[in-house]
Nanobody, 115 residues
Framework: QVQLVESGGGLVQPGGSLTLSCAAS????????MGWYRQAPGKQRELVAH???????NYADSVKGRFTIARDKAKNTAYLQMSSLQVEDTGVYYC?????????WGQGTQVTVSS
C-alpha cells in the first residue's frame, strides 16, 4: 500500500510563493503519472498539475505560468512550486496518481492566500 504525505502549506499574502511537497512511502513516481489536486472551499477537487513518468508536465489554465510541478525519484517526493499566488488559489492541496487512486489520498495541506 502507498501512503502519500503532503506538506508545505500555510498562509501567504497575494503575490507570494510556497512550495508543497508530497512524500511517498515507496517509489511510485517512476511507474505512474502523479498530480497535484486542489479543493477550494465549496468547490470540487480539481487537478492543477501533473507530471508523467517521462517528465512531461501539464497544468490547468488557472495556474499555468505560475505553478511548477517536479519530482525527485530518488527521494520518492513530488513538489509543487507556486508563485504569484492569488486568493483563488486558496484550498487544500493533495497529491495522487493520474488517474486517481482512491486509496492514495492523504490528509492534504492547506494553502490560504489572504492579505
Amino acid at each position: 500500500q502507498v501512503q502519500l504525505v503532503e506538506s508545505g502549506g500555510g498562509l501567504v499574502q497575494p503575490g507570494g510563493s510556497l512550495t508543497l511537497s508530497c512524500a511517498a512511502s515507496r517509489g511510485i513516481f517512476s511507474i505512474m503519472t502523479m498530480g497535484w489536486y486542489r479543493q477550494a472551499p465549496g468547490k470540487q477537487r480539481e487537478l492543477v498539475a501533473h507530471i508523467t513518468i517521462n517528465g512531461i508536465t501539464n497544468y490547468a489554465d488557472s495556474v499555468k505560468g505560475r505553478f511548477t510541478i517536479a519530482r525527485d525519484k530518488a527521494k520518492n517526493t513530488a513538489y509543487l512550486q507556486m508563485s504569484s499566488l492569488q486568493v483563488e488559489d486558496t484550498g487544500v492541496y493533495y497529491c495522487n496518481s493520474v488517474p486517481i487512486r482512491g486509496d492514495y489520498w492523504g490528509q492534504g495541506t492547506q494553502v490560504t492566500v489572504s492579505s
